[in-house]
């Protein structure tokens, strides 16, 4: 069993930054692949970014390359998501995820996920 808490979300201006953090339970952290999601208001769940189990392979949706970095120490359990030049359109309710499989997280299916944060970018 995996429990995941995601934190750092809040609220910003356009163009500032967040660094949102998930910490884990359980021991066999660095055996899974985590991933964020997140979902605006009247729209679906959307794959965010994703890493590999030991922070090999990061993957991330066009709209946030180039200004979203995925990474994780596993030493504490705990995946980031570092947020710059963020955009009104960046509003939604982040989630983390976690699953044994790196290609189902990116299938957008995951086994564990969190209760999420709420982030919220200003014009």
């Known amino acids: 069993q995996v429990q995941l808490v995601e934190s750092g979300g809040g609220l910003v201006q356009a163009g500032g930054s967040l660094r949102l953090a998930c910490a884990a339970s359980?021991?066999?952290?660095?055996?899974?692949?985590m991933g964020w999601f997140r979902q605006a208001p009247g729209k679906a769940r959307e794959f965010v970014a994703a890493i590999g189990n030991n922070g090999g392979a990061q993957h991330y949706v066009a709209s946030v390359k180039g200004r979203f970095t995925i990474s994780r120490d596993n030493a504490k359990n705990t995946v980031y998501l570092q947020m710059n030049s963020l955009k009104p359109e960046d509003t939604a309710t982040y989630y983390c995820a976690a699953d044994s499989s790196l290609a189902t997280i990116l299938n957008g299916r995951y086994y564990y996920w969190g209760q999420g944060t709420q982030v919220t970018v200003s014009s």
């Open positions: 359980g021991r066999t952290f660095s055996s899974y692949a």
